[in-house]
């Protein structure tokens, strides 16, 4: 159940940190009640899964697939650069995520 929990609270990381783009600022009431909802609920998922799963582990995948996740966002809503070093890099970082849930058991 620890890695649904982080999975699902590596989810929410992409959806604040895409958040933040939509607040401007925070000037931008809905969007910012959002991002910070999901600040929350990832923060307090994280610590679920933490309860059982290794914390260099947990918050490495954790902060892996925020990252992940909204690189790749930024290329998909915002036309951010999808260069080939920038997509390997994105693949190293996928490839470090899957060692350490294969490391860990």
């Known amino acids: 159940?620890?890695?649904?929990?982080?999975?699902?609270?590596?989810?929410?990381e992409i959806g604040w940190a895409i958040?933040?783009?939509y607040t401007e600022g925070f000037t931008r009431p809905v969007p910012s009640l959002l991002t910070a909802l999901s600040m929350i609920a990832s923060v307090l998922l994280l610590g679920?899964?933490?309860k059982t799963l290794p914390v260099g582990t947990g918050y490495a995948v954790w902060t892996g697939i925020g990252t992940?996740?909204?690189?790749?966002?930024g290329i998909y809503l915002f036309g951010e650069p999808a260069t080939a070093m920038r997509l390997v890099?994105?693949?190293?970082i996928v490839s470090g995520?899957?060692?350490?849930?294969?490391?860990?058991g």
Do not use: N
């Not at 159940?1 to 929410?12: T, V």
């Not at 992940?68 to 966002?73: H, I, N, R, S, Y």
């Not at 890099?89 to 190293?92: K, M």
């Not at 995520?97 to 860990?104: D, E, H, R, Y």
């Open 1 to 12: 159940m620890a890695w649904i929990w982080l999975g699902l609270a590596g989810l929410l």
């Open 19 to 21: 958040g933040l783009k």
């Open 48 to 50: 679920l899964a933490l």
């Open 68 to 73: 992940v996740g909204t690189a790749l966002l």
């Open 89 to 92: 890099c994105i693949g190293l």
């Open 97 to 104: 995520i899957l060692g350490l849930k294969l490391a860990s």
